[in-house]
C-alpha cells in the first residue's frame, strides 16, 4: 500500500496506526498540497455489505462535525475494494502513550485534557452522534497541546461479524459502560462514562477493572466497585474525584445529565474554594449485585439441641417421686441393672480400642505437612529440584505457554504456594516457552518498503526497523544485507532489525554546461563519465543566445545529484529564431572638447541580454560606431553612449521600426565646451543596467559658436 495513489490523489507514505478493523496511514493530498490521514477498511471486513455501509454512513455523519477538539474527515472513498476514509493529520501521539509514558499525570493535565474532550464530546451529542468507542488510543494530542478526538461514529458500526476480532472489542472493553456491556442501546452518557474512565487512567495511571478475559472485564463494569481515585492517589482534589465518582455511576441517572454539565464541572473544579468540598455520596445502586453473608449450616439445629440439652440437664437433678421419700430397694430390680452396665463397658472398651487402634494406624500412615516451596521464578530444573526436595510431587503434564516477557524454561506460576499441604501432594508447574517467535524471511534484493511492511505485520514497531544506506549499483531501495540472517528465529516484540540498503549509485554535483560552446560541453560530460541521451542526446533549437552555444541540460540542472553513466540531453541553440530582426545603429562620436581625447564607451541591450558592451575606445577626433542589435517581436533594442564616464546620449529602436527601416540613419553624439553637470549620470563604472531616468533629456544637439560657448538647447527624446 505504501507508495500507492488513493483515488489518484492520495498518495501513501508511511503506516503510522492501526486496529482491528482499520489500518491508518500518513499521505499526501497531491490535490491541496498537505499530508493527511488515511484510514483503510481491513480486507476481511470488505465483504461484510452491512458493516460497509454503517462505515460510510457513520464517516459522512462524521464529517458534518466541525470543531477544533475533533479530527475532521475530508473524504469518503472506495477504490476497487479498497474502502477509506481522509482524515485531517495530527502530528503529535496518542494518549494513550502519554499514559505509559509518565502517568499518573499532574491534575491540572489530566482537567485539561478532559475539558476538552468533553466539549469535543458536547458538540458532537448536539449533531446527534455518539462516540461510543472513547478511550485513550482515540484522543491525539498534538505537538502544540490541541487535544484531538477521532474515530467519530466508526465504533457504531462494529456487528457481530466483529466482535471476535482482534483488537476490536477486547481493545476497548476496560472502557465500556454498563449498558454497553449489557448490549443494550447506549446514548450520550455512554460516552460520558468512558471518559471518566479515561480521566481515572490519567490520574491513576492504572484502569478502574482488570479482568483475565473480556468478558471478566465487562462483568466488573456491571457489578463491581472501583477503587476511589484518592485512594489510589491523595494528591487528587476531592472536587476532581467527585467528577470521576459521579460520571462512572453504574445507573445512568446518576450520571451527568449531558457532557455541557459536565463540561461546567470540569471548567470549575480547580477553583480553590472547591478543592477540598464534601465527598460525593449516592443512594444504593440496584444496578450492583451484593454479596449477601452466608447462612452458617446447622446453625439453627445447634440452637435447638442446645436448649434441649440444657432442659435435659436441669432434669436430671429433680428426683422421682414425692420429695424426701425413701424407696427400698428391690433385691431383683437391683440386679437388672448389671447385665447393661457390662454391657455398654464392653462395647466401650472395644470402641475406645478400635479408636486408639486407628488413631494409632493413622499415625503412622500419616506422612504429615510440608510448606509448598516458592518456585516462580526459577528455571524449570531447579523448581522441579526444589519441589521433590520438600517431599512434593510434580503434577504431570508441566504446562508450556508463550510468555513475552519472561524467559524460556522459567515457572511462570504454580498452583499451589505460600501453604502447608500433605507431604507427597502435587503441585502444578506453568513454564514460560518465551514469546512467540517467528522465523527471518530473506528481504535480499526485495524493496526495503516492502520488507518494513511485512515485519510490521509481524508486530514488529517501526522504531525498532533500520535502515543503513549505502552506494550500490542495485536500484535505490534494494535490501542487499539485513542483520538477523534468513531463517532464524527471532522475538517480534523486542528484536533490533537493520537493513542495509542501497541508496544507487555514488553522486556528484551536476555541472553547470549552459552557455558552452558544444564541444566543450561534451568534453566536460566526457570529463565526469556522463553520456550524452538517446538520439545523438542533441536538441537544435534557435534562440538569441548565439549559435552553438547549451541553452538547457535535460534531465539534470546544473547542482542536481548525479550519477556516473547516467544520460544527458544537450539543447543547442543554431542560430536566431526566423522572427528575428537584426538591426545596426551608427552612431557618429565627437570628442567632449575638439581636439582633446575623450574615452567613449558604448553599451547596448537587445533579444540576448542588458547591458552588453559594444565599444570601449579613446577618441580625438569625430567616429562613427556600429551597433549591431537583434530584436525580437514586440521588443526594442536601445543603446546608451558614454563619454569620459559620463552618460551623454541614448537611442532606441522597436521591432517594427527596425522590421521596416532596416539600418539606421547616422545618430550623432556632438563635442561640447562644458562637461555636463557631474550628478546627470553615475561613471561608467556604476551603472547598474537601469533605463536613464524618464525625465532627463536625451541631448540629441548641441551648437557650437565661435567663442567656444556651449549653446543649452536641447531636444528631449
Known amino acids: 500500500m505504501i507508495g500507492h495513489d488513493l483515488g489518484g490523489r492520495y498518495e501513501i507514505l508511511e503506516r503510522i496506526g492501526g486496529g482491528g478493523m482499520a489500518l491508518v496511514y500518513k499521505a499526501h493530498d497531491v490535490l491541496l498540497s498537505r499530508n493527511v ?22 464517516a459522512q455523519s462524521a464529517a458534518s462535525l466541525s470543531h477544533p477538539n475533533v479530527v475532521s474527515v475530508y473524504d469518503v472513498g472506495q477504490e476497487d475494494e479498497t474502502h477509506y476514509i481522509v482524515m485531517e493529520y495530527v502530528e503529535g501521539s496518542n494518549l494513550n502513550e502519554v499514559i505509559q509514558e509518565r502517568a499518573p499525570l499532574q491534575t491540572e493535565e489530566a482537567v485539561r485534557i478532559a475539558l476538552q474532550i468533553c466539549d469535543a464530546l458536547e458538540h458532537a ?25 477521532t474515530d467519530f461514529g466508526i465504533a457504531r458500526a462494529v456487528t457481530s461479524s466483529t466482535i471476535t476480532q482482534t483488537g476490536s472489542v477486547v481493545g476497548s472493553v476496560h472502557y465500556f459502560s454498563p449498558e454497553h456491556a449489557k448490549g443494550v442501546s447506549t446514548g450520550e452518557k455512554s460516552d460520558l462514562y468512558s471518559l471518566g474512565i479515561v480521566l481515572y487512567q490519567m490520574l491513576t495511571g492504572r484502569l478502574p477493572f482488570l479482568g483475565e478475559s473480556p468478558i471478566s472485564v465487562a462483568l466488573k463494569h456491571l457489578q463491581e466497585d472501583f477503587e476511589e481515585p484518592r485512594a489510589v492517589n491523595p494528591h487528587i482534589p476531592q472536587s476532581v474525584e467527585n467528577i470521576v465518582v459521579r460520571s462512572m455511576r453504574k445507573n445512568p441517572g446518576e450520571r451527568y445529565s449531558s457532557a455541557r454539565e459536565m463540561l461546567n464541572d470540569l471548567e470549575t473544579c480547580l477553583l480553590p474554594e472547591r478543592l477540598h468540598e464534601p465527598k460525593i455520596t449516592f443512594d444504593f445502586d440496584m444496578d450492583e449485585t451484593r454479596v449477601m453473608p452466608a447462612i452458617r449450616a446447622g446453625a439453627a439445629p445447634a440452637a435447638s439441641f442446645s436448649a434441649g440439652s440444657a432442659s435435659g440437664s436441669s432434669m436430671k437433678g429433680k428426683p422421682e417421686g414425692k420429695t424426701g421419700s425413701a424407696i427400698a430397694p428391690d433385691t431383683k430390680q437391683g440386679k437388672k441393672w448389671v447385665k447393661p452396665t457390662v454391657t455398654v ?17 493413622l499415625g503412622i500412615l500419616d506422612p504429615g505437612e510440608v510448606d509448598v516451596p516458592y518456585v516462580v521464578g526459577m528455571k524449570e530444573d531447579e523448581a522441579i529440584r526444589t519441589l521433590m526436595e520438600a517431599g512434593l510431587k510434580i503434577e504431570e503434564p508441566i504446562v508450556y505457554d508463550s510468555e513475552p516477557n519472561i524467559e524460556p524454561h522459567t515457572v511462570f506460576d504454580q498452583s499451589k504456594s505460600n501453604m502447608k499441604v500433605k507431604q507427597g501432594s502435587y503441585i502444578k508447574l506453568f513454564v514460560s516457552t518465551g514469546p ?86 561534451r568534453n566536460e560530460l566526457q570529463k565526469h563519465g556522463l553520456e550524452l541521451g538517446p538520439d545523438s542526446g542533441i536538441v537544435k533549437e534557435g534562440s538569441y543566445k548565439g549559435d552553438g552555444k547549451v541553452l538547457d541540460q535535460f534531465p539534470y540542472k ?5 550519477a556516473k553513466g547516467s544520460e544527458v540531453t544537450l539543447t543547442i541553440s543554431f542560430g536566431l529564431p526566423s522572427d528575428a530582426v537584426k538591426y545596426t545603429f551608427n552612431i557618429a562620436i565627437s570628442p567632449a572638447i575638439a581636439g582633446e581625447p575623450s574615452e567613449v564607451r558604448i553599451v547596448y541591450s537587445d533579444a540576448r541580454g542588458e547591458n552588453i558592451e559594444s565599444t ?32 551623454a546620449d541614448s537611442f532606441t529602436v522597436t521591432y517594427d521600426e527596425a522590421k521596416s527601416g532596416g539600418n539606421s ?37 548641441t ?11 536641447q531636444q528631449p527624446e
Open 616 to 647: 570601449k575606445r579613446t577618441i580625438e577626433d569625430t567616429q562613427t560606431f556600429p551597433v549591431d542589435v537583434v530584436l525580437k517581436p514586440n521588443g526594442e533594442a536601445v543603446a546608451r553612449v558614454y563619454r569620459d564616464g559620463q552618460f
Open 125 to 149: 451529542h448536539q449533531n446527534q452522534i455518539i462516540h461510543r468507542d472513547i478511550k485513550p488510543h482515540n484522543i491525539l494530542i498534538g505537538k502544540n497541546g490541541r487535544v484531538k478526538v
Open 37 to 58: 490521514a488515511v484510514k483503510i477498511l481491513r480486507q476481511q471486513f470488505v465483504h461484510d455489505e452491512e458493516f460497509v455501509r454503517r462505515f460510510r454512513r457513520e
Open 665 to 701: 540613419k547616422p545618430q550623432s553624439v556632438p563635442g561640447q565646451q562644458v562637461e555636463p553637470p557631474v550628478t546627470s549620470e553615475p561613471p561608467a563604472e556604476e551603472q547598474t543596467g537601469e533605463e536613464p531616468p524618464a525625465d532627463e533629456p536625451a541631448q540629441t544637439e
Open 436 to 521: 512467540d517467535m517467528e522465523v527471518m524471511e530473506d528481504f535480499t534484493n526485495r524493496k526495503v518498503d516492502e520488507a518494513v511492511q511485512a515485519l510490521m505485520d509481524l508486530s514488529v514497531t517501526r522504531e525498532r526497523i533500520k535502515t543503513n544506506e549505502v552506494f550500490d549499483e542495485s536500484e535505490p531501495g534494494t535490501i542487499l544485507g539485513q542483520s538477523i540472517p534468513a531463517g532464524q528465529e527471532f522475538n517480534p516484540l523486542d528484536s533490533n532489525i537493520t537493513f542495509t540498503v542501497s541508496k544507487g549509485q555514488e553522486t556528484f554535483k551536476m555541472p553547470n554546461l549552459i552557455g558552452m560552446d558544444e564541444q566543450k560541453a
Open 703 to 713: 551648437q557650437s559658436e565661435e567663442d567656444g560657448g556651449e549653446s543649452d538647447e
Open 558 to 562: 546544473p547542482g542536481d545529484d548525479v
Open 345 to 361: 463397658a464392653v462395647t466401650l472398651l472395644v470402641l475406645a480400642a478400635v479408636f486408639f487402634g486407628v488413631r494409632t494406624v
